[in-house]
């Protein structure tokens, strides 16, 4: 009789290896979940995990901001080393959309600064761009003469389509301000409409123009004359200060008849 004739055994373990590239370079970092101990990409974008014979599950990649091609891979009693198993990623991309409306409708032509490509809005006032997983940036609206409120918008690390941002937009205007040397006295100019400012009871004045405004402000009041008699503007981008009058009573010589 033979006895004690024993044996150990040893479960056969097996590779599964394949590698995750993108823009046909590999991709570093991307998790194989599923896999036993979830192995990562190396700096070639090669994975390897360790099976025992007879494993079975799905192996799905993973990195914040790519898609996969294919999303998945599934084994079934895995017997013997799969090898060649590659995944191809996409890197994914969001809209960043909004409107920029100034008096209820849409400005056309407002420049988004800070979007890749600088987006202008359209004739609704719409603007649309797209972006990488993982991009950040400020959004900047410009326009020349209008500011607008906010000012800008922050994005940070996007990894999802961003909330719509919208703009209002104000024109710019700028003031001319001074004294005109009497109460009362009437200043006139046209912007797009005929308009008036009137001196207070020291004889400051102070009125707002258009951005870019050019035009010409006349002074005048009953029985007084102005020196100078009125002032000419050029493409006004900036506040005008000490735009000063100087006046005295009109005189009139009786008239004699012979």
Same mark, same amino acid.
């Given at each position: 009789?033979?006895?004690g004739k024993n044996h150990t055994a040893t479960l056969n373990q097996y590779t599964v290896t394949g590698q ?79 409107? =920029?409306?100034? $008096?209820?409708? +849409?400005?056309?032509? /407002?420049?988004?600064? %800070?979007?890749?490509?600088? #987006? !202008?809005?359209?004739?609704a006032g719409n603007y649309a761009v797209t972006v990488n997983a993982g991009w950040s940036g400020t959004a ?68 707002? =123009?258009?951005? $870019?405004?050019? +035009?010409?402000?006349? /002074?005048?009041?009953? %029985?007084?004359?102005?020196? #100078? !008699? ?29």
């Open positions: 009789s033979q006895t995750v590239t993108w823009n046909g370079a590999g991709l570093t970092g991307v998790v194989m979940s599923g896999l036993p101990g979830s192995p990562a990409t190396d700096s070639s974008g090669i994975y390897t995990g360790t099976v025992d014979a007879g494993w079975s599950g799905t192996v799905t990649p993973s990195k914040a901001g790519y898609s996969f091609s294919p999303a998945s891979l599934s084994y079934t009693n895995v017997l013997a080393s799969q090898t060649g198993k590659n995944h191809t990623a996409t890197l994914n991309q969001y809209t960043v959309t909004g409107q =920029v409306t100034w $008096n209820g409708a +849409g400005l056309t032509g /407002v420049v988004m600064s %800070g979007l890749p490509g600088s #987006p !202008a809005t359209d004739a900047v609206p410009v326009k020349e003469g209008y500011s607008f409120n906010p000012p800008s918008c922050n994005y940070s690390n996007v990894s999802a389509v961003p909330t719509p941002q919208d703009y209002t937009a104000s024109p710019v205007t700028f003031s001319i301000t001074g004294n005109a040397g009497v109460s009362g006295a009437a200043l006139s100019f046209q912007d797009g409409t005929q308009k008036t400012a009137t001196a207070d009871g020291s004889g400051n004045y102070s009125f707002t =123009v258009s951005y $870019n405004w050019s +035009g010409t402000v006349t /002074v005048s009041k009953p %029985g007084y004359l102005f020196t #100078p !008699a009125g002032r000419s503007y050029s493409n006004v981008t900036s506040n005008q200060t000490g735009q000063n009058y100087s006046c005295r009573r009109a005189t009139y010589l009786p008239l004699v008849f012979r």
